[in-house]
């Protein structure tokens, strides 16, 4: 799987909107975009996902950049509870039963 | 979304025994499981890949004997930490991706983890 970057932490404020990049400039045509995020003392739990459109659901947007190359994890209001390490992950369906790969992820503080 | 549970969530045994730790697809039949192991302040390390009815793939450094898994039914994989030792001290999360042919099928689902200390 492709190598994906994200910056080491973030920082927001309570209730105002976060931006979290992710950078995969060797994406392949086929790979998709996974976000997953992992809350202390937890596993990781599964955020979105998308392959060139723009993505949402009740938990976040995905914004897919038009060269695929980037794409940015939107929460609309950060909470308390959104505080975790989000991780930002490539996959190709048609790779068979591989595992997803994590990196390190980015670390979202929340203040209240 | 589908579940998977981890038994037990935490323990703490004494240098030099086993432990095993039990990972369950709980609404969903699972062909393949993950077993992934992860360090404070680190990301998870994938220790080894489990597929029901066979042996399981371990990734380069992991020992196989000291790091038995057993996937026996489509629902169940085990852990076995043997003769566990203080730097076996870490926190071990499985996940499971639902059988060919079924929904979800390339989506993967994580256990809550399994906290380890060795004394």
Partial sequence: DAKTTQPNSMESNEEE????????????????IHWYRQLPSQGPEYVIHGLTSNVNNRMASLAIAEDRK?????LHRATLRDAAVYYCI???PNSGNTPLVFGKGTRLSVIA | GAVVSQHPSWVICKSGTSVKIECRSLDFQATTMFWYRQFPKQSLMLMATSNEGSKATYEQGVEKDKFLINHAS???STLTVTSAHPEDSSFYICSARPRSGTRGVNEQFFGPGTRLTVL
Wanted: proline share 7%; hydrophobic share 30%; charged share 10%.
């Fill in chain 1, 70 to 74: 980037s794409s940015t994890l939107i």
């Fill in chain 2, 74 to 76: 489509l629902t169940l």
């Fill in chain 1, 17 to 32: 909107p976060v931006h979290l990049p992710c950078n995969h400039s060797t994406i392949s045509g086929t790979d998709y």
């Fill in chain 1, 90 to 92: 490539l996959r190709d």
